[in-house]
């Protein structure tokens, strides 16, 4: 086999190299393994482009959910059936961590090479791709308002310090927002909209504790405005999946859904931690369109 391994050196490049160079001396022992380091955006999806014009026949990507997102983007745009294996790395990793993947280099290996692949579902939003999670609101612009540099050196302690700062914004400055689908029309002031298409969502394990990545739908999580003591219940109870039952959340699936704000500012949105743009904006789904390799079988499948 010839396969391209991306790397995003800036998501935790020193802690794992010395597990990146094992895996990529393991796997060449038998195939071709040309490395590839990311420098600035988009380096990951343009080279996966290239990798796919030239007929690799597997892609293994080290980085987080942006570096992902960038190999969803080119396998959307290509509309490839590559294979894309996943290696946990960035400071963010919901993705592969929904998919369970192995960052033991033998265990990696092992998986990499029985290529026991699943085809799963990409979001769309008017050509741009993600495999995980779109988000609207004050929480949702953590993500991207904490820096490169400082991710990259506190890691997720970044995050949470950016969320401390906004614990005002949060329950002060919510978001009112119109949800159409084909079967309903909610308006909502918000404290946060979450458009996701895995259950693993910046850190939760059942943030959307109904959703699968092959089902062809959306799983929509709606955190309505309410006061602290509200807001906590809801939080609290997300550890375990119990909030979609709360009065103060809307949950529910589908494969399209428009959102506009009701207000005259604007309101931006977030896609995979990245900003993603100003409402309104219309989400749908690509029913398994990216192929991903596995170590074991996925729920559902």
Known sequence: ?????????????????????????????????????????????????????????????????????????????????????????????????????????????????????????????????????????????????VDKETKAILGKLAYYIEGIKKIPDIFSKTTNLRIETRDAVYEEDAIVAIISNTAYIGGFKNLAPRAQITDGYFDVIVIKKTDLLGATDVFIKTLTGDHIDNENVLYFHTDNLKVTGLSTEDIPFDIDGEYGGILPVEFKVIPRQFRVIIDVKLEGE
Not at 3 to 18: A, L, R, V, Y
Not at 71 to 87: E, T
């Open 1 to 145: 086999m010839k396969i391209k391994f991306i790397i995003n050196p800036s998501s935790g490049f020193q802690d794992h190299e010395t597990q990146l160079n094992k895996i990529s001396d393991l796997i060449a022992v038998d195939h071709i393994v040309d490395k590839y380091f990311t420098e600035e955006k988009d380096d990951a999806k343009n080279e996966a482009i290239s990798a796919i014009k030239d007929n690799y026949d597997l892609l293994i990507v080290s980085g987080g959910d942006g570096t992902v997102n960038e190999i969803a983007n080119a396998v959307g745009i290509m509309k490839s059936k590559i294979p894309v294996a996943i290696l946990p790395n960035g400071t963010v990793n919901d993705f592969a961590k929904y998919l369970n993947n192995p960052t033991d280099p033998l265990q990696f290996v092992d998986m990499v090479l029985a290529q026991k692949t699943v085809d799963v579902d990409l979001g769309c939003i008017n050509g741009y791709f993600f495999a995980n999670v779109a988000a609207i609101g004050t929480i949702s612009e953590i993500a991207h308002d």
